[in-house]
């Protein structure tokens, strides 16, 4: 079983930045994909970024050139570092992980962005 916790939401002003965090209960390494997913109010949730244990990354099309994903196994931590936010950004995001068949969600961190 893997237990994710995500932080560094908040709240900032368009054009502002912020990083989000994943830290992973078990080893990252051995985790075949994680990824970013994030849900607006009263819209589905949807995803951000992924990004594979080789690191191959995937952007939906809103967040290309504004938001960088990675991974740092020695620290068993996903980051989701998030430039030139606008209010369409708005939501909880969430972090996720594919590990022994099974997905895996974190608890939510709230990004709140105003014009």
């Given at each position: 079983q893997v237990h994710l916790v995500e932080s560094g939401?908040?709240?900032v002003q368009a054009g502002?930045?912020?990083?989000?965090s994943c830290a992973a209960?078990?080893?990252?390494?051995?985790?075949?994909?994680?990824?970013?997913?994030?849900q607006a109010p009263g819209k589905q949730r949807e995803v951000v970024a992924t990004i594979t244990s080789g690191g191959s990354?995937?952007?939906v099309e809103?967040?290309?050139?504004?938001?960088?994903?990675s991974?740092?196994?020695?620290?068993?931590?996903m980051y989701l570092q998030m430039n030139n936010l606008k209010p369409e950004d708005t939501g909880v995001y969430y972090c996720n992980a594919f590990y022994m068949l099974?997905?895996?969600?974190?608890?939510?961190?709230?990004?709140?962005v105003s014009s």
């Open positions: 939401g908040g709240s502002g930045s912020l990083r989000l209960s078990e080893s990252i390494g051995r985790i075949n994909g994680m990824g970013w997913y994030r990354t995937n952007y809103s967040v290309k050139g504004r938001f960088t994903i991974r740092d196994n020695a620290k068993n931590t099974r997905l895996y969600w974190g608890q939510g961190t709230q990004v709140t």
